[in-house]
């Protein structure tokens, strides 16, 4: 568990409400789909891989306010009907899996500008982006500068400063002015 993680977590704890509507966007183990999954009202969880999935499906098998989906984050407009308090993307690949297989800027990019629309007036995406590995810092300048374009989010980012540590940002999406 990173520091970024449990910050993250600890956030959920303090400001999910039970009727929220949530997307994990990055599935993985499902450690987040679990944690949003015991505050909110349900969650939609995908990843590209059935691996992780079946993994979070075991983690999470005492929660049924979740919908799991098979398939690239960048269809996720395909599978959304109602508008959403929270969006985590946690991104990077599966830990102890095939780490070719892991989220890159120009995937990222289209899955944020898909989801984007669904986000609430008040409603929160957090982003969590790993520079360490092939393609990470790329991924992560995209996400600032995807984040800095919109001028209607509060951001808030967890950076603690160490070279190659996970950089967290909590956007607050604070009107609807859509592009
Ligand atoms: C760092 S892990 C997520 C960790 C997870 N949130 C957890 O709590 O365990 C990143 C995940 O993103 C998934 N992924 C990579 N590219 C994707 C894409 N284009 N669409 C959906 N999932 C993708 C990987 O399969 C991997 O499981």
């Known amino acids: 568990m990173n520091r970024n993680v449990d910050i993250v977590h600890n956030w959920m704890k303090e ?10 966007m990055t599935c993985g183990k499902g450690r987040d789909t679990l944690e949003m999954a ?3 009202q349900h969650v939609t969880s995908i990843d ?7 993994q979070a499906k075991v983690l999470t098998q005492e929660y049924s ?3 799991y989906i098979h398939d690239d984050h960048t269809n996720i407009n395909h599978y959304i009907n109602d508008f959403i308090n929270l969006v985590v993307f946690n991104l990077g690949y599966l ?11 120009d995937s990222t990019l289209m899955a944020l500008s898909k989801i984007y629309p ?3 007036k008040n409603g929160y995406l957090i982003i969590t982006c790993y520079l360490g590995h092939k393609g990470g810092k790329k991924e992560h300048d995209t996400v600032k500068m995807w984040i800095d374009h919109y001028k209607n989010f509060e ?6 400063g160490k070279r190659n540590s996970p950089i967290t940002y909590i956007c607050k999406k604070i009107s609807l002015d859509s592009r």
Do not use: C, F, H, Y
């Not at 590209?48 to 079946?54: N, S």
């Not at 830990?95 to 800027?105: A, C, E, H, V």
């Open 95 to 105: 830990p102890d899996g095939d780490k070719k297989i892991m989220t890159n800027s």
């Open 155 to 160: 951001v808030t980012v967890i950076d603690s």
């Open 15 to 24: 400001n999910i409400k039970d009727d929220w509507i949530t997307v994990d």
């Open 38 to 40: 015991k505050l909110a």
């Open 65 to 67: 306010n979740i919908t």
């Open 48 to 54: 590209i891989q059935e691996k992780a999935l079946d």
């Open 118 to 120: 669904w986000i609430r």
